[in-house]
């Protein structure tokens, strides 16, 4: 997840900001790139459709440098799943009521460098507790009521034409027996692990992030440099 590419898309001169799904693919063939969560949510629940797999995105303060979107799965019994690639979940999550094998009770294997719990608040909301290493707890509360379509592409549009100046890029990477999760923002590192947080470097130079997030990510480091130069 990063909004690298928002940054380096947003100064290509395009009236619409938000790519569909196709333009995605040829970028990440060309690239490597992804992009921010309502770059990810879109192309999941593309893969969702093809599949055959009944999906709906969610959301929350749309419209905002804080919004956030994410998409909910269900399975044959209509059963809900959340699935969460711009928090950079593991995996998708069961967030029933009836959820007797870890509703309320702290899990692995979910989320990187942590255990979460999920508590039901009603049948539409329910809050995830993350449980840090160094015993921090934080919480993050999702409505789970569908989003129409266009309200989301919207969203997703608003989000688009909004460049936050300070640059971010989180991805997954192995780290002895599990997976870690490690960060860029605004000029500094972290790899956030169950052993604890690790800070990383810390420099302006362009050409170091460069290296450092295509050892990462893979990214084409032409497409990286020109993206962080937009944050300059």
Not at 116 to 138: A, F, W
Not at 217 to 230: D, H, R, W
Request: glycine residues 6%.
């Amino acid at each position: 997840m990063e909004t690298l590419t928002k940054a380096w898309y947003f100064h290509k001169g395009t009236s619409k900001k938000q790519r569909d799904v196709t333009l995605m693919k040829e970028h990440r063939m060309e690239y490597g790139n992804t992009g921010n969560c309502f770059d990810l949510a879109l192309w999941l629940l593309d893969e969702f459709k093809n599949d055959g797999i009944t999906a709906f995105p969610i959301g929350s303060k749309f419209h905002s440098d804080e919004a956030h979107v994410a998409v909910v799965a269900l399975d044959e019994k209509g059963n809900r799943y959340l699935c969460d690639l711009g928090d950079q979940w593991l995996q998708p999550i069961l967030v029933e009521e009836n959820n007797e094998d870890y509703t309320n009770e702290k899990v692995k294997g979910f989320f990187p460098a942590a255990e979460i719990q999920v508590q039901t608040r009603d049948q539409n909301h329910i809050e995830i507790l993350y449980h840090r290493p160094n015993g921090k707890v934080s919480k993050q509360l999702f409505d789970l009521t569908p989003i129409e379509r266009d309200v989301f592409l919207q969203g997703a549009e608003y989000s688009q034409n909004h460049v936050y100046p300070k640059p971010l890029f989180e991805c997954r990477v192995p780290y002895k027996n599990e997976i870690a999760h490690w960060e860029f923002f605004h000029w500094e590192s972290f790899l956030s692990t169950s052993e604890g947080l690790h800070e990383g470097d810390q420099t302006d130079s362009i050409e170091h992030w460069v290296n450092m997030i295509h050892e990462k990510s893979g990214y084409q480091k032409e497409f990286i440099y020109e993206a962080l130069s937009k944050y300059r």
